[in-house]
C-alpha cells in the first residue's frame, strides 16, 4: 500500500501521534517496578531495563514498517491474518483484546496508590482514585481519539518534564556505595525481573491499530517511533538509576520509590507533584490501551468471531462504542475481583505482561512472513522475534493465561471461520510502499 493511499489529512499529526506512542509505553510501571526489581534483583536490575530498551528498539521498528506499509485498525491481528490466515488472527486478536481487564486495573491501581500516598488516604482513598482513572480511560475514547489525542500530548510534555524534575532534585543525594552488592541474588535473577518488566516496555503492538489514525503513516510512524524511543530511554533508565543511587537498599521496600525520590529534594512539596505524575502516567496508558483494544474488539466482530453488535464505529475516526462498553464492563469487573481480594496486583501484572509479550512475539513472526527478505527491517524483525520468545519463556506461571486465551480463540476460530482462509505466500504480502 502506498503512501497517498494510506494518507488521512484529518487524522493525527506527528506530535500528537508522538503523545500517543509515549503513552502506550511511558505507563504508570515505571511508579512501583524499580522496588520490585530492586527486590528481586537488586542494582544489577538496571542491567534488565537497559536491556530491554536495547531489545525492543527492532520491536518498535518492526511494527512501525509494517503499519507504515499497511495500516489498519486489526493491527497486529491483521498482520496475523496475511502471514498465517484468519483463524491464527483470531489468536492474536483475543491475545491481546482479553488482556485488558487484566493490565488496566493493575495500572489503575498503582497510579491510586500514589495518589493516596501523597494525599494521604488510605486503602479506600487509592480504590477510589483507581476507579476514577479507569474512568476517564474510557470516557476519553467515548469522545474520540482526535480530541484524547489532543490531551494526552500536553500530559506526556507534563510528565516527562515532572520525572526529569524528580531525578535532578534527588541527584544531590546519590551515593555510589548504594550500588553494592551489584547483584546479590545472581545475574539469572536479572532475566525473570525482564519479563515482568515487559509490563513497562508494552504498548508498541497498541499503536499498530491505531496506524489508520495517522495523518501521513508512511512518514510518521517511524519519526513518532524514534522519539518515543529516546524519551521512554531518558525516563526510564533515569528514574530507575536515581532510585537505586539515593534510595539504596530503602528502594526494595517501598511501595512509592519516584514519591521516595522527590521528597529527598522536595521534602513536603513532594506530594502534589508525585499525585500529578501518578494520574498522567496512568491515564496514558489506559487511554492508548483501550483505544488500540477498542477498535480491534470492533474489527474481530467484523469479521465474525465477536459479536456482530461489536463491529459498530469501527471505521477510522469513528468511536466503536459497542466494543468500548464490552471492554469496561470487563475491566471494570477485574478491578472489582482485585477489591474484593480476589486477584492481586501482582497476578495481573504477570497476567498482562504474558498476554503482550505473546501477542507481540506473534505479531513479529507474522512479520517474519510479511517483510521482503535480506532488508534491515526483516533483519530486525528476526531478532525482535527471537527476543520476544526468550522474554515469554521467563513468564513461568502467567503463561497459563495467554494459553487459556490461545484456546478460547482457536475454539472461536473452529466455530465461526469454518473455511480457512490462504495465507499469503512467503514474505510476499508487503511490497515497499511507491513514493
Known sequence: MGNNKSSNPAGLGLFRATGIYVGAILGSGILVLPAIAAREAGPASLLAWAALLVFCTPVAFSFAEMSRQEPDAGGIAHFVTRAFGRRASVVAGYLFYFAIPFGAPATAVIGGNYIANALGGGHGTALVAAALLLGAGFASNAVGIKLSSRLQLVLMILLVALLAFAVAVAAPFAKAENFQPFAPHGYWAVGGVASLLFFCFAGWEAVT???????????????????????????????????????????????????????????????????????????????????????????????????????????????????????????????????????????????????????????????????????????????????????????????????????????????????????????????????
Open 209 to 435: 491499530h491505531l496506524a489508520a489514525e495517522f495523518r501521513d503513516p508512511g512518514r510518521d510512524l517511524t519519526r513518532a517511533t524514534w522519539l518515543t524511543l529516546v524519551v521512554v530511554g531518558v525516563v526510564y533508565i533515569g528514574v530507575v538509576a536515581a532510585s537505586v543511587a539515593v534510595l539504596g537498599p530503602a528502594l526494595p521496600g517501598s511501595p512509592v520509590p519516584v514519591a521516595d525520590l522527590l521528597e529527598k529534594g522536595l521534602g513536603p512539596l513532594a506530594a502534589p507533584l508525585t499525585a500529578v505524575a501518578a494520574a498522567v502516567l496512568t491515564f496514558g496508558p489506559l487511554n492508548t490501551f483501550i483505544a488500540g483494544a477498542s477498535r480491534l474488539g470492533a474489527r474481530l466482530a467484523a469479521d465474525g468471531v465477536l459479536p456482530p453488535a461489536m463491529a459498530r464505529g469501527s471505521g477510522p475516526g469513528e468511536v466503536p462504542s459497542v466494543s468500548l462498553a464490552v471492554l469496561a464492563g470487563m475491566t471494570f469487573l477485574s478491578f472489582g475481583a482485585a477489591v474484593a481480594g480476589l486477584a492481586s496486583m501482582q497476578f495481573q501484572i504477570g497476567a498482562a505482561s504474558a498476554c503482550f509479550t505473546a501477542v507481540t512475539a506473534f505479531g513479529l513472526a507474522a512479520g517474519t512472513r510479511l517483510l521482503r527478505p535480506g532488508t534491515p527491517a526483516w533483519y530486525g524483525v528476526i531478532v525482535a522475534a527471537a527476543v520476544m520468545l526468550l522474554i515469554l519463556l521467563f513468564s513461568g506461571w502467567a503463561l497459563a493465561v495467554p494459553a487459556l486465551l490461545a484456546a478460547a480463540a482457536v475454539w472461536s476460530g473452529a466455530r465461526f471461520l469454518p473455511v480457512p482462509a490462504r495465507p499469503l505466500p512467503v514474505n510476499s504480502a508487503m511490497a515497499p510502499p511507491s513514493r
